[in-house]
Structure formats: structure tokens, C-alpha cells
């Protein structure tokens, strides 16, 4: 029953939650308790841990294991959750065991950044994966292209892959990627709101979201407006966010977690620093600006407790 209303959400917002720290540096899942219920309330389809806005890279993958039980409870199995898998194969493997007994709906891995990666290793690297996670339903990340599309046509052909997050602004490559694959693969656009209406275009359904954290009902809008083919719409909704994403793209995207975290906290659900190599804190300059368009967006008058 999970699979069948992860696939059922699949197609809608994947929001992906971010990892709290503690003053001591420690995880500290608790704090995600007010984002997830605020998040659900709202109408988000999935909720991710262990993805790029949870700092994946940035945690232990014992802290990895430990995250994904606990968003797993905080969810009490009211959405699909989605489980980020990667770094070495080892580690992947097992993290997709620890999902798995967590009770998760699905496993998202996470394209290796290893420098000696080579298309069929990825290939490797995914079936191993799925292996492990038994019949579990397996997402693939793809955060470039680069790999080629005869690759990516066979890692579709694995039998536990359900669909493709594609993050690459590279919508007439996805195009072509959807042509070559089983028509049942999902793809959702993994660039978040603002590259949405461009990859819905060609045929992604649904996108990702670090913005759920901090004002899922614009997330939901935006989903609301794309799925019935307003585009216009759409359009206004992503321009009144538009800074926040930009803000998130600074310092070659080093802010991308730092501008999530710092709006959490000036809404009153601090959930602690950001680990390096992420920026932390934001500038005076930065932090004037984020703080400037919350409080445009009625998220710091209590709306957002």
C-alpha cells in the first residue's frame, strides 16, 4: 500500500526537509516537528530525508541512519517518505537497510560525485542499490547529464526504478531522456520551483522543494497552478519567491541550505547551523534581504507558528 501511494504521490511535491543541529553540533530531529506537520497540513505529496537541503554530505552516514528513523516517525506514515542513499556503495547499502526498516516508502540515490565515476559503474552502483532495498521503489537523482542518455535509458530499465528527479537545466536533453524510457517512468524536475515550468513543459510531473520548509502552501500554489496548465499563474507565484532562490544560488550555491535554515530561524523554528563546506552564517547584506521578503510574505507576524 506504501509503493502504491508513493507512486500516486510521486508526481506531486517532493519536499525535502532540512537536517537540525544542535548547539553541540549533534542532529537533532525533534526540531523538524512544526515543519512536518506544517508541511503535511499543507498539502505536500512526499517528504524526503537524507537529501541535498538535509545536507547529506554533510552528516555521518550513522547520522544518516538516525535521521531517517526519526522523519520516519515525526511522519507517522502520513505522507510517503523517500529515503536519500549514496556515497560508497558500502554506505549506501547500508543506509538503504537502515530505510528499509524504517519503514521508508522509497530510496532516492544520490548521483555519485566520485571523480572516477563512469556510466556503467553508475549502472553498477544503482542495481546494488535496488538490490538491497529489496522491492522497494528506487528514485534516481540525477543532478547532470552527463553520463550520457544511453546510460540513463538503462539505469530507467532497472526494475525497481520508478522515476527520475532530474536537476539539470537541460530540459530538451530530459525531453529526449522521457522519449527513450518506459512510458510508466515518472520524472519530476529536481531544480526546485523556479526551473518547474520549463521541465513540466517537456514532461516532468511534479518538482523538489526546499522552500516547504519555510512556506510550503507557496510550494503547493505554485503544484496546484502547473498541474492545471496555468502557466501564467505559475509564473506570478515563482516571481514572488524568486529572491529567495536566488539568495539560495549564491557563493556557487554554498547559501543554498544557509538561506533555508537562517528564514527557519527568524520564524522561531531554529534548526541550528549549517555544516562546512555550506556557508554559515549568511552577510548582514544577505540576511537583510531574506529577512525583508519573509516579512513581505507575512511568514514572521505568527502566521508561521
Not at 522491492?135 to 539505469?155: F, K, S
Not at 496548465?229 to 556557487?252: H, P
Amino acid at each position: 500500500m506504501a509503493s502504491h501511494n508513493f507512486l500516486a504521490a510521486l508526481p506531486g511535491i517532493s519536499g525535502i526537509l532540512v537536517t537540525p543541529f544542535d548547539a553541540d553540533d549533534q542532529v537533532a530531529p525533534q526540531r523538524l516537528k512544526p515543519i512536518i506537520d506544517r508541511a503535511v497540513g499543507a498539502g505536500v505529496h512526499i517528504l524526503t530525508a537524507n537529501g541535498n537541503t538535509g545536507e547529506f554530505y554533510g552528516l555521518t552516514t550513522a547520522e544518516a541512519e538516525h535521521m531517517v528513523h526519526a522523519v520516519a516517525e515525526l511522519i507517522g506514515g502520513r505522507v510517503p517518505m523517500i529515503a536519500g542513499i549514496g556515497r560508497s556503495i558500502g554506505d549506501a547499502v547500508t543506509l538503504t537497510k537502515a530505510s528499509r526498516a524504517a519503514g521508508t516508502s522509497a530510496l532516492m540515490v544520490h548521483q555519485p560525485p566520485d571523480p572516477f565515476v563512469s556510466p556503467r559503474g553508475v549502472i553498477a552502483y544503482v542495481q546494488r542499490i535496488a538490490e538491497a532495498g529489496h522491492d522497494l521503489p528506487v528514485v534516481l537523482y540525477l543532478r547532470n547529464d552527463g553520463i550520457g542518455l544511453d546510460a540513463i535509458e538503462q539505469l530507467c530499465r532497472i526494475p525497481q526504478v520508478v522515476g527520475v528527479k532530474w536537476a539539470s537545466p537541460t530540459p530538451l536533453r530530459l525531453g529526449e531522456a522521457i522519449r527513450r524510457a518506459d512510458p510508466a517512468i515518472v520524472w519530476v524536475g529536481g531544480l526546485a520551483e523556479t526551473w518547474a515550468p520549463p521541465l513540466c513543459a517537456v514532461g516532468a510531473r511534479g518538482f523538489t522543494s526546499g522552500l516547504i520548509n519555510v512556506w510550503p502552501e507557496h510550494s503547493v500554489a505554485i503544484h496546484k497552478a502547473l498541474a492545471a496548465g496555468d502557466y501564467k499563474t505559475a509564473g506570478v507565484l515563482i516571481a514572488t519567491m524568486g529572491a529567495f532562490e536566488e539568495l539560495r544560488a549564491e557563493e556557487g550555491n554554498g547559501t543554498n541550505v544557509t538561506v533555508v535554515k537562517s528564514a527557519l530561524a527568524m520564524m522561531g523554528q531554529d534548526c541550528g547551523h549549517v555544516r562546512p563546506p555550506g556557508a554559515w552564517p549568511l552577510t548582514e547584506r544577505q540576511s537583510a534581504t531574506l529577512r525583508g521578503r519573509l516579512e513581505s510574505w507575512g511568514l514572521l507576524d505568527g502566521a508561521a507558528t
